[in-house]
């Protein structure tokens, strides 16, 4: 799950709109409340992560990027790929804004899952090493953004 704080803070208000202002009394309205209690932990989590998680992510695949097309013509056959993966590679993002780094941050993975695609298919032994790189990569992105669900 990839939460952003605008979606959260949205489905927080339109719990406390909908479901737990006409049901105040009651069991339910203590199950709403404590919902939106973990809502509001989450957006707390990832409000306080969000452009560190994404700027690190960034420069992840970017790293990876040069490291695939700087090792000569064996790597990464595709000219077309390999070109869009060296200009990657050498960007930088514009800014820390959540949404600026968001943009860059999708721009990437689509060529990240494009270079995977191609890996997996391929028996070369550039495509093996990226491959691992690849999964390496996938499992700290999901290990950065997973959220906490305190005791209650």
């Known amino acids: 799950m990839k939460p952003e704080v605008n979606e959260i803070l949205t489905g927080v208000l339109g ?3 909908t479901d ?8 339910y309205s203590q ?8 809502l509001m932990i989450f957006a707390a989590q990832e409000y306080d992560r969000a452009a560190d998680v994404r700027a ?15 090792k000569g013509a ?3 056959p595709d000219p077309d790929l ?8 050498n960007e930088a993002d514009e800014s820390l804004k959540v949404s600026v780094l968001n943009a860059s941050n999708s721009t ?3 060529l990240l899952i494009e270079l995977h695609m191609l890996a997996e298919e391929s028996d070369a032994p550039w495509a ?12 700290e992105f999901t290990a950065a953004r997973h959220l906490d669900i305190p005791a209650m």
């Open 74 to 76: 064996g790597a990464v």
């Open 15 to 17: 719990a406390v709109m």
């Open 56 to 70: 690190r992510e960034n420069a992840a695949m970017r790293a990876l990027f040069a490291d695939v097309t700087g």
């Open 128 to 139: 093996k090493a990226a491959d691992e790189m690849i999964w390496a990569l996938l499992a």
């Open 20 to 27: 737990i202002a006409p049901h105040l009394p009651g069991g």
């Open 82 to 89: 390999r070109a869009r993966l060296q200009k990657a590679a």
């Open 31 to 38: 199950g709403s409340m404590s919902m939106i209690a973990l």
């Open 108 to 110: 990437l993975k689509e």
